[in-house]
């Protein structure tokens, strides 16, 4: 298996320049670009060429997608924002929703709090938020997965695109 690599970030509440200096640096590099909803931005704008994005509880916009299912040769994403699945409260929904879709990794904002675990064969990823992170880590992040035929790796970045290197986990295959 080749190794993959996905560039994720979310809640950026209309800070383009953010998601634009993302997009300018990894475009290319790696083999996809997520953002999990809340830009605040229109669906239409070009920014989203070449980005797989979702709606979030912020985005007024009715040409965002509630949520995607991404297929690689060697893996499956599922992609939404989480507000609908109720992850204020419970996983249930969400990994309902994650093993609906036969999923690998199941990728979610809304809570502004970067975490990557792992439910069954799922391995869940939240890359924070890139405008205004909540909880215990006062940074604003997006996430690095690498995905090789041994393992997942989930790697933090600084909107310096600094390694945040005490969020990294590794989850076997």
């Known amino acids: 298996m080749a190794t993959r ?3 994720v970030m979310s809640d950026s509440h209309g800070d383009r320049e953010i998601v634009k200096e993302i997009k300018g640096r990894y475009q290319g590099k790696v083999d996809a670009i997520f953002h999990n909803g809340d ?3 229109s ?5 989203w060429d070449g980005i797989y994005v979702v709606a979030g509880n ?5 040409g965002y997608p509630n949520r995607l299912i991404t297929q690689f040769p060697e893996f499956t994403v599922a992609q939404t924002h989480g507000h609908l699945y109720n992850i204020n409260f419970t996983w249930d929904r969400l990994d309902l929703f994650a093993q609906e879709a036969d999923a690998d990794i199941c990728l979610y904002g809304h809570l ?3 975490a990557a675990w792992r439910n069954g064969k799922t391995v ?3 890359p924070g938020s890139v405008l205004q992170p909540r909880g215990d880590i006062n940074e604003k992040l997006y996430a690095k997965i690498t995905v090789t035929s041994e393992e997942i790796k989930v790697e933090y970045f600084t909107r310096q695109h600094e390694l945040y290197p005490a969020l990294t986990e590794v989850f076997n295959r």
């Open 43 to 47: 669906s239409k704008d070009d920014i």
């Open 112 to 114: 502004h709090r970067p």
């Open 5 to 7: 690599t996905l560039i």
């Open 58 to 62: 912020c985005d007024y916009d009715s």
């Open 39 to 41: 830009s605040e931005l």
């Open 124 to 126: 869940f990823v939240n």
